[in-house]
């Protein structure tokens, strides 16, 4: 595939709109220039946006829509009244129709994973969709999923997840055979969930050709990068990801407080501002925006609704990794590969209790709603 | 109650043993010089690390163990081998007796839990019981629990939680009201568990006289100290607090990095040394050490096993507040008190799963193994 990668966009997603999505899309244009952007939504407000914008103007179509779905919504009532005719699914749409190679949003997280389940379907062989988050690490950046598409999982659907990471760090990494652990608390073979250690025990046994299990990770092997792809239900993925995500901002606020203290701080941060301007960007959550919808007949991205242009950029950039290499292809060949292990587990407690209600209020904020 | 405070400690636990122990004891005596202390352990180890102690020596106690519970072993191994004889078990037992207010261990998580299970016995009304953390916040400090004494809670299990953090937060905190939330994923009425939705209900519906119920809050709301209390389930506790420390670590890594990386860089640092001092300490994990169990007749904290002695007397600081202000007591009153709901609730699927194992593998690593 070129570098013409056709994008989707949902305009009217995020708390910003238009305006976040409509100057992310020209940051992604100047970095990939052969792209093409399909936006939808509110043309009143679109329009004026891409008029300023000549060189993106050029590469975009726009599709007015009269209705968005609001963030607030749940995913239920957001399908009652945005199915067919709203921004979030006709750019959803365009993927399915082959008129877009992914679809970006940065609106409401349960309503885009309902809308991306029911008009795109999931793969053969993947009952539940997930949602994968990039997470920087000491030793470069890891794959953590499921981050909250769904609650509670069984042993099979955690081997479907290990799957799926494994060929997207395949990917986006460039790796052979990505390393993978079960995120748990405690080490021991004996401790934690019945349902992640049977998961543990089929992909010891079944030695995956393309992805080279670990075994158990603790919350905070993650941020060491102690595997490419940690593997979890999305309640507690969700949970760590925030988690993740609040101690570093809450470190930059200690940070920005100590260096404004006392006269000889200030005098210390002007000597070391270019590293401190470093330290930002290595902390800066915009780097890491977007987190990929795996599992779909189609790629979604979903980018944090809270981002600005640069991080919607970022959002749009990680789409292009996964399109490029075609990571549908690569993850259905890994699904259907002899080696996968049959449905044979029965369901565990917590799978079979929640595992079935994924859509309505099971589908949840997500990575970054 | 003076500052007489008569501590059991188990001198064998943690990583690096009786070194560790003895001096944090040191430390702590120090710091409320009515304390007496009671070890328990290998006596050749420790009498002459008493030896070099006079001041300490003459403040404590030391009963010789030959046996000690070993960090990987499973609870019920630890109990089987370990019990009436074992450090750790002696150490709960002076609690027990009455001859110790508190018992600290940097031992097996698990393995403590078992035992002070077994030993004390878990609150009239409390079923499970629970590990709560002190949590850094930008507002100061707040109280997390479980952060991993058991997997799964029903609804009846997290009001439990709420209001045992409550009871803890009005004495460590000196809070009359203090505010609560139910960590789940999106923060709609609608959204996350069956069993944290029906909890939240339930703790809006009653309106306990001793705590203020805010609602659902999510991972990121921790470290911002959008509540005093943090309620969850153990698995997702335990997950979020290592996800947090693993991330204060790498910045502190990237912080160091950054730091050393150019002449101008190593300028800044020195001129901006005290102002890096003051972020090393409020980055410093050593100050919040030390989980208390909560729902037992007894005082047990865990401190940290890779601890240092610093770390190590701040585990016996927050023993102190809560014996000083005798938490059990008031934690009994807020059990008994007429508010309480009633076990009405269905068990939820989670909780009825997984619910009733509490002891064996089902306790797992915790707040610090």
Redesign the interface.
């Given at each position: 595939m070129s570098d013409k990668v056709r994008i989707a966009l949902d305009a009217m997603g995020g708390d910003h709109g238009p305006a976040v999505a409509v100057a992310g899309a020209e940051l992604a244009l100047a970095r990939h220039p052969g792209s093409e952007f399909l936006f939808f939504g509110d043309s009143a407000l679109i329009a004026p946006l891409l008029d300023a914008r000549p060189k993106l103007k050029s590469a975009s179509r726009l599709v007015h829509t009269d209705i968005a779905v609001r963030m607030?919504d749940?995913p239920s009532q957001a399908l009652r009244y945005g199915r067919w005719k709203s921004s979030m699914w006709l750019a959803i749409d365009a993927v399915k129709k082959g008129d877009a190679d992914m679809v970006v949003s940065g609106g409401n997280t349960?309503a885009l994973m309902a809308m991306s389940k029911f008009n795109l379907k999931t793969l053969s062989g993947i009952e539940r969709p997930a949602i994968a988050a990039l997470w920087?690490?000491?030793r470069g950046e890891s794959i953590v999923l499921d981050v909250?598409a769904s609650?509670?999982a069984d042993a099979e659907h955690l081997i479907d997840l290990a799957v799926m990471g494994a060929a997207t760090a395949r990917i986006l990494f460039g790796l052979q055979r990505p390393t993978v652990g079960l995120?748990n608390?405690?080490?021991?073979e004996?401790?934690?969930?019945?349902q992640v250690r049977e998961a543990g025990r089929l992909l010891r046994e079944e030695n995956f050709p393309d992805l080279d299990y670990l075994g158990f990770v603790?919350?905070?092997?993650?941020?060491?990068g102690k595997v490419d792809v940690v593997v979890?239900e999305?309640?507690?993925g969700?949970?760590?990801?925030?988690?993740?995500?609040?101690?570093?901002?809450?470190?930059g606020?200690?940070?920005k407080g100590?260096?404004t203290?006392?006269l000889?701080?200030r005098?210390?941060?002007?000597?070391?501002?270019?590293?401190?301007r470093?330290?930002r960007e290595?902390?800066d959550p915009r780097r890491a925006n977007g987190g990929v919808f795996l599992g779909l007949n189609g790629i979604v991205i979903k980018s944090h609704g809270g981002t600005d242009a640069e991080g919607f950029a970022a959002a749009i950039e990680l789409g292009y990794g996964v399109v490029q290499d075609e990571l549908l292809a690569k993850i259905r060949a890994a699904l259907e590969r002899p080696g996968k292990p049959r449905r044979h587990t029965q369901s565990q407690?917590?799978g079979?209790?929640?595992g079935s209600q994924v859509l309505g209020?099971q589908i949840?904020?997500?990575a970054a709603?």
């Open positions: 607030a749940k349960g920087p690490t000491l909250g609650i509670g995120l608390i405690g080490v021991e004996a401790k934690g969930l019945e603790e919350g905070d092997d993650i941020g060491r979890t999305g309640f507690a969700n949970i760590a990801l925030k988690a993740a995500e609040g101690t570093a901002r809450q470190i606020e200690y940070l100590a260096m203290r006392s000889s701080a005098i210390g941060y002007l000597f070391a501002r270019s590293a401190f470093q330290l290595r902390m407690a917590l079979q209790a929640v209020s949840v904020g997500g709603s």
